[in-house]
T-cell receptor, first 116, second 112 residues
């Protein structure tokens, strides 16, 4: 089955620790995205990547880092510099379309990160 | 700049009655528009999308939405609610990959 997997589903971390969230897709999509979701709010874009070895900051990139060494994988590291990291993190992928039109994004099941 | 406003944060309906979830958008051009559904602790699933081919868009699970340019609206409807429809719904506007904008969500409750 094609899809997006995120692991782990639940993650606990102590303050001051870095933690890496995994996102893998076998849809052969070029573009991948990381979003953060907080209660009562829509999704906010952290980072996105339209092609291997390239990525761009989203609206709330501070305290996060990413890499895109393989087409299938787009891990997100939540660093100790992120002041309020407890949230639900969603990874997505899509086939990028140029200019003004956008294909839909396909979402993974999410990782819930809790900082203790 | 692009924005999406979901006019109701919570909607409650009885099972078997119609559903209306309201969404207005603001964009300097005609955007792609989507509705996604999210069940608790799950990822988002696409319900339907508008990409200018037809103003009335049919989606999965009996949902549909109508794009009204004059009203800058893209409301989601379903004739008869089912218990399994209880979830959070997001209206999303898409431009380039950099310009995907989410509404704040509408929590739908279906009462027996």
């Amino acid at each position: 089955d094609g899809g997006i997997t995120q692991s782990p589903k639940y993650l606990f971390r102590k303050e001051g620790q870095n933690v890496t969230l995994s996102c893998e897709q076998n849809l052969n999509h070029d573009a991948m995205y990381w979003y953060r979701q907080d209660p009562g709010q829509g999704l906010r874009l952290i980072y996105y990547s339209q092609i291997v070895n390239d990525f761009q900051k989203g609206d709330i990139a501070e305290g996060y880092s990413v890499s895109r060494e393989k087409k299938e994988s787009f891990p997100l590291t939540v660093t100790s510099a992120q002041k309020n990291p407890t949230a639900f993190y969603l990874c997505a992928s899509s086939i990028p379309v140029g200019s003004l039109r956008l294909n839909e994004q396909f979402f993974g099941p999410g990782t819930r990160l809790t900082v203790l | 700049a692009q924005s999406v406003t979901q006019l109701d944060s919570h909607v409650s309906v009885s099972e078997g009655t119609p559903v209306l979830l309201r969404c207005n958008y603001s964009s300097s051009y005609s955007p792609s528009l989507f509705w996604y559904v999210q069940h608790p602790n799950k990822g988002l699933q696409l319900l339907l999308k508008y990409t200018s081919a037809a103003t009335l868009v049919k989606g999965i699970n009996g949902f549909e939405a109508e794009f009204k340019k004059s009203e800058t609206s893209f409301h989601l409807t379903k004739p008869s609610a089912h218990m399994s429809d209880a979830a959070e719904y997001f209206c999303v506007a898409g431009g380039s990959a950099r310009q995907l904008t989410f509404g704040s969500g509408t929590q739908l409750t279906v009462l027996p």
